[in-house]
């Protein structure tokens, strides 16, 4: 194989598995790494956290809600509400402009254009159906669009978008697959009453949740999903609407260092951990797609310390009104003689539940570093293209421990480094000048088929 350079010196490779010792930590002031991972579409399941619109779209009672709204929406150049539930865009959107792609659009849209991805989360949604909520005494009083019902338009829409070959067509796609449970609890939370102190009942409901997101990911694959982020939940015991409920009869030893309470932020890392381990296990099972956790909490905890240095109001929701946390479920952001505040930009909580367009971007920042080593593999041949642009001299430091797609199962079953690296970092810095030197580029790139 031919390589651009006057000498083989020109181009080497280290093989090191102190890759991630070498890797800089996750930043608030990342650049735009995903970028580089070349993803041509986004799809995205979920609840209100990334719904751009979906809920005031499905039903009246949808359309009526605040959301529906200002101020929701009036931090947008047009002033408008979208359903976005925030003062702005979501983490969704700043995803999207990362990668270089239009703004999804939700699929209840119809007269959208979904050439780039599609958006199906739904404000309120759950994981789990209602009805297995209601045999668990919990309601859900918003929507009927648990992950279920989103799995299914998913499967209509890819049905009209790829017919039959979907696995090609998506081979570029970045699936989304929450967050998503948070609603469960919450509904959970908040309907016991007197009893949301005592977590066991709630507990109960973890592995359900956990087994519902993991049958989830299972159906994207099928679909023909290669490269999915699932993200977990938040430290919901941050929240002013938590805060407001439970945190003001609180003593003080039930608050951590940031005056969350430490209870509901176990509850959710213990959610979280569980999450961990059905990804160990999805990743086991199918080692030819990359399936990695999307560390919202960790993403929250930096905003909260980045925040705190740069004089952010962390706890009060920037629209509402009355009490120590600007919130009152019964007058909250969107009623009438509800306002919001005028820096929403200074404010981790919008209304009290959602964040502002500042905080989702200010975690968005610190996630594109994390998710950017976790999808490496994916990420490092865009890198390699720009490289090839500015010198013939390139250095790549390729981990032995991969942990994705078919250089995993390799090293698995035969050992040594990361061949499927090695390969693939060769092929896109191989001369394609001549049409003898791109047949044997094309030749040592073709894949068998699976």
């Known amino acids: 194989m031919g390589v651009k350079g006057t000498s083989i ?4 490779f280290v093989i090191a598995s ?33 719904d751009t619109g979906n809920l005031i779209r499905e039903s009246p009672l949808g359309a009526a809600l605040p959301f529906a709204r200002n101020p929701y929406g009036q931090t947008f150049s047009h002033h408008k509400a979208t359903g976005r539930c925030s003062d702005g865009l979501l983490m969704i959107d700043y995803f999207a402009q990362a990668l270089g792609l239009p703004l999804l659009n939700p699929i209840k849209d119809t007269k959208a254009n979904f050439e780039h991805g599609a958006n199906f989360a739904v404000a309120g949604a759950t994981a789990l159906s209602s009805a297995v909520l209601v045999r668990h005494h919990v309601r859900n009083p918003v929507t009927n669009s648990s992950l279920d019902v989103q799995l299914q338009w998913m499967k ?41 102190r005592d977590t066991l009942r709630i507990l109960e409901l973890v592995p359900l949740v956990v087994a519902k997101i993991k049958h ?11 490269t999915i982020v699932v993200p977990g939940n938040f430290p919901m015991g941050c929240l002013p609407i938590y805060l407001t409920k439970f945190g003001l009869e609180s003593e003080a030893d039930e608050f951590d260092e940031n005056h969350c309470i430490w209870l509901l932020n176990s509850f959710a890392t213990f959610h979280n951990d569980h999450l ?15 399936i990695v956790y999307g560390d919202y909490y960790a993403a929250y905890e930096q905003l909260l310390n980045l925040g705190e240095t740069e004089g952010f109001e962390l706890q009060k929701a920037c629209c509402g009104v009355g009490g120590l946390y600007n919130f009152n479920e019964t007058r909250m952001c969107g009623f009438p003689g509800v306002k919001a505040c005028r820096d929403p930009d200074r404010y981790v909580s919008w209304d009290g539940i959602h964040l502002t367009q500042e905080a989702y971007r200010m975690i968005v920042d610190w996630l594109q570093a994390d998710l950017f080593w976790k999808l490496r593999g994916t990420a490092f041949n865009g890198v390699v293209e720009e490289l090839k642009k500015l010198t013939t001299c390139v250095a790549h430091v390729l981990p032995v421990s991969d942990d994705g797609g078919s250089t995993a ?3 698995r079953v035969l050992g ?35």
Do not use: W
């Open 156 to 196: 209509d829409h890819f049905h009209k978008f790829c017919h039959n070959d979907c696995e090609r067509k998506l081979q570029n796609a970045l699936f989304m697959v929450g967050e998503i449970g948070g609603n469960d609890y919450n509904y959970a939370y908040l309907q016991y009453l007197d009893e949301a």
């Open 416 to 450: 040594g480094p990361a061949v499927g690296d090695i390969r693939s970092r060769c092929l896109r810095l191989s001369d394609q000048s001549t049409s003898e030197a791109l047949a044997v580029r094309t030749l040592l790139g073709y894949r068998l088929p699976s």
């Open 18 to 50: 102190a890759l991630l010792l070498l890797s800089p930590s996750p930043s608030a002031d990342a650049s735009p790494l995903l970028s580089a991972c070349r993803f041509d579409q986004v799809y995205q399941l979920g609840d209100s956290i990334s």
């Open 276 to 290: 961990k381990k059905a990804i160990a296990e999805l990743q086991e099972k199918y080692p030819y797609v990359t």
């Open 9 to 12: 010196g020109a181009v080497f």
């Open 409 to 411: 199962e390799i090293v």
């Open 216 to 226: 989830a990911v299972e159906k994207v694959i099928s679909f023909g999903a290669r």
